[in-house]
Every structure is written in structure tokens, then in C-alpha cells.
């Protein structure tokens, strides 16, 4: 069973540029979540979406952005980057809401 | 505000020894508490707790969780240099989001 896909691996982006990240959760799961990993800040919690819809949303500036689509993927944007969002973006699938696999990440730097 | 607060942030052992792992939290809208190990990139699952006084156990790991103290441990026996990692503890709350702790670095030296 394959697991969560994230791509790409490793982003370089200059600041003010957008980027956008996908991520194709476990086959059967409808519940896809987005966190942010930093040194300084830990995981923390972006967005979640379950069949197309947000239904909660982290502490970040609306920059940060995602969507899902009908076959479960989703993605997730950010605009005019700034060198403070170079981190580890990691999305999780769900099942259940309890139990969440995560994907190995997309590595962004922002230079 | 919500919190999950991990100790010790980091320790170093040698092979062989028994780790304890602490994970306390205050939070609305608990849901489950969460074991995660993190070597490069992907956190790997380890334990999802719900109940109280429920030991669960996968090899030489195994978890608890007090839901009337509002702590979960994690325990490591006869440690390996592969369990050197970032176990991470998390809160699922039903409002679909896991709020995590920092982390606890762990170094097993041969």
C-alpha cells in the first residue's frame, strides 16, 4: 500500500516568489493535513481539508493557502515568500481524524 | 491557549539502558494523544492513546496515558543505536488538528 507522496523533495525559491507543494495521500483517505517544521517553532499546524472542503485552519498569514481536489490530493501555496517560511512542510492523511501518516516532506529554502 | 509540553528536550544513553519519556498537556477538545519517532524526515507513527491506565506495547516500546493528570509516558528498554531519533508527542483534538511538542532528542551510544 503506498503511502503518503509529497513533491516535490527540495524547493530553492528568492523571496517574493509563490510556490506550490502537492501531496497525495494513502489510498481511502479523505482527510488531508498540512503542518510546518522549523528548528525554532516545532510542528505547526497549517490547514486541514476532508473531501474539498477546509474545515480548520492554523495561525498563519494568508499567505499560506491550499485546496484539495475530488481524488483526495492536495496542495498547498505560498505567495511573496519571505526567508522566515524556509522550513519543512509536511502533509498527513487520515482515515479516522485520530490516526495520521505523514509524507517525507518537501524541503523549501528561500534564499 | 493549548499546550504540549515534551521532557526531558534531549538525553543521551548507552545501548542497553531504558529510557522514560514524558509528554503532559493542556488542551480543550482532546481527542487522542499521539507517539511519533522523526530520524530525517517523515515522522513514523509509534502509538495512538485514547484511554486511560491502557498500557499499549510494540517490542521494546510501550505507553501509557493518564488522562486525569493529563500525561503520557514513553518507555524505550534495552536501548539500540538505532532508536537514536526525535520522539515526538502529539495532541489530536476533534477539531481535525494535531498540536505537537517539541520533541525529545534522543542519543544511544554503543
Known amino acids: 500500500k503506498a503511502g503518503v507522496t509529497q513533491t516535490p523533495r527540495y524547493l530553492i525559491k528568492t523571496r517574493g516568489q509563490q510556490v506550490t507543494l502537492s501531496c497525495s495521500p494513502i489510498s481511502g483517505h479523505r482527510s488531508v493535513s498540512w503542518y510546518q517544521q522549523t528548528p525554532g517553532q516545532g510542528l505547526q499546524f497549517l490547514f486541514e481539508?476532508?473531501?474539498?472542503?477546509?474545515?480548520n485552519k492554523g495561525n498563519f498569514p494568508g499567505r499560506f493557502s491550499g485546496r484539495q481536489f475530488s481524488n483526495s490530493r492536495s496542495e498547498m501555496n505560498v505567495s511573496t515568500l519571505e526567508l522566515g517560511d524556509s522550513a519543512l512542510y509536511l502533509c498527513?492523511?487520515?482515515?479516522?481524524?485520530?490516526?495520521?501518516?505523514f509524507g517525507s516532506g518537501t524541503r523549501l529554502t528561500v534564499v | 491557549e493549548d499546550k504540549v509540553v515534551q521532557s526531558p528536550l534531549s538525553l543521551v544513553v548507552h545501548e542497553g539502558d531504558t529510557v522514560t519519556l514524558n509528554c503532559s498537556y493542556e488542551v480543550t477538545n482532546f481527542r487522542s494523544l499521539l507517539w511519533y519517532k522523526q530520524e530525517k524526515k517523515a515522522p513514523t507513527f509509534l502509538f495512538m492513546l485514547t484511554s486511560s491506565g491502557i498500557e499499549k506495547k510494540s517490542g521494546r516500546l510501550s505507553s501509557i496515558l493518564d488522562k486525569k493528570e493529563l500525561f503520557s509516558i514513553l518507555n524505550i528498554t534495552a536501548t539500540q543505536t538505532g532508536d537514536s531519533a526525535v520522539y515526538l508527542c502529539?495532541?489530536?483534538?476533534?477539531?481535525?488538528?494535531?498540536?505537537f511538542g517539541a520533541g525529545t532528542t534522543v542519543t544511544v551510544r554503543a
Open positions: 502529539a495532541v489530536a483534538f476533534n477539531d481535525y488538528k494535531l498540536s
Open positions: 481539508y476532508f473531501s474539498e472542503t477546509q474545515r
Open positions: 498527513a492523511s487520515s482515515l479516522t481524524s485520530s490516526g495520521y501518516t
